[in-house]
């Protein structure tokens, strides 16, 4: 099946500091990206989805200044969490899927913990 | 928007029984419905899927059936063994894919 990588696996930062996400399709091209939140025994939260060339279209509630994603090639996007605070600490999970395609291939995830 | 719902929240069975977990959905242009393994902080494994299409998939002692009248689908895994223990979330998809809230399995020795 199609590859996904996600980096880092895991990061601890300090409250106010900006963190950083990579996902990157590793065989085949991404036209569509989508970025999880999961928090501790909870399911998977969609934050946004974004296309190649395009805004992200976040879901109600996640806001657009805090959680800037860029998917500016069909094999990579990035999260970046601005001015992280500890209720920021979770799991984030970014997909993809290539157009006409209806899986979506996940990449491992980054546990994020602010301190 | 869409909204799955998934039940139940646990489930517990002897090494063997069968296992059904439920699911339902509320957007009727939903045409694809994966079902996922996810262990403890790793990604989701997508286990067996289904689309709008087709009304039962089988795989080994994992199967999927699809009531799109109803807006149902259900996952049925037979036979049960250990290393079947996890998180499983249903999940439907028109535009962006939708995750029910889960059911977390454990299968006894």
């Known amino acids: 099946g199609a590859v996904v990588s996600q980096h880092p696996s895991w990061v601890i930062c300090k409250s106010g500091t900006s963190v950083k996400i990579e996902c990157r399709s590793l065989d085949f091209q991404a036209t569509t990206m989508f970025w999880y939140r999961q928090f501790p025994k909870q399911s998977l939260m969609l934050m946004a989805t974004?296309?190649?060339?395009?805004?992200?279209?976040?879901e109600q509630g996640v806001e657009k200044d805090k959680f800037l994603i860029n998917h500016a090639s069909l094999t990579l996007s990035t999260l970046t969490v601005t001015s992280a605070h500890p209720e920021d600490s979770s799991f984030y999970i970014c997909?993809?899927?290539?157009?006409?395609?209806?899986?979506?291939?996940f990449g491992s995830g980054t546990q994020l913990s602010v301190l | 928007g869409e909204n799955v719902e998934q039940h139940p929240s646990t489930l517990s069975v002897q090494e063997g029984d069968s296992a059904v977990i439920k699911c339902t959905y509320s957007d009727s242009a939903s045409n694809y419905f994966p079902w996922y393994k996810q262990e403890l902080g790793k990604r989701p494994q997508l286990i067996i899927d289904?689309?709008?299409?087709?009304g039962e998939k089988k795989d080994q002692r994992i199967a999927v059936t699809l009531n799109k009248t109803a807006k149902h689908f259900s996952l049925h895994i037979t036979e049960t063994q250990p290393e079947d223990s996890a998180v499983y979330f249903c999940?439907?998809?028109?535009?962006?894919?939708?995750f029910g809230t889960g059911t977390r399995l454990l299968v006894s020795p």
């Open positions: 999940a439907a998809l028109y535009q962006k894919l939708v």
């Open positions: 289904i689309r709008s299409n087709v």
């Open positions: 997909s993809a899927r290539n157009l006409g395609d209806e899986k979506l291939f």
């Open positions: 974004s296309n190649e060339g395009s805004k992200a279209t976040y």
